[in-house]
């Protein structure tokens, strides 16, 4: 019984530390890559946002939605990105992104 309460709780502790949930509206952020999308829309902010040491074993997906949810808490509706970077050493994975608003 207790390696069963150290192994759930071991994994608790990682997912606490690792996982990132998808907050309300951010299913909704498109990233884009061409800046003629944005045309006409209201810039918000440039964003840059950082995963490493053990986070940069599964940055992709995690780093996406963690820019994601950033855009969506400032009401950004779209990214305009080149998409994340794997840099060594470290590792370390980034993501600099343009948010902004558009459409109503």
């Not at 884009?32 to 490493?52: D, H, M, R, W, Y």
């Not at 305009?80 to 902004?100: A, E, N």
């Amino acid at each position: 019984m207790r390696v069963f309460v150290v192994v759930v709780a071991g994994a608790l502790a990682f997912c606490v530390a690792g996982c990132v949930s998808v907050k309300p509206g951010s299913e909704r952020v498109r990233f884009l890559s061409n800046p003629e999308l944005v045309k006409g829309c209201t810039f918000i902010t440039q964003e840059t946002l950082a995963l490493g040491g053990l986070d940069a074993i599964k940055p992709l997906e995690e780093i996406t939605i963690r820019m994601k949810n950033k855009a969506a808490e400032l009401g950004g509706t779209d990214v305009l990105t080149p998409g994340p970077k794997l840099t060594t050493p470290g590792p370390m994975t980034t993501i600099t992104g343009d948010i902004y608003r558009c459409g109503s």
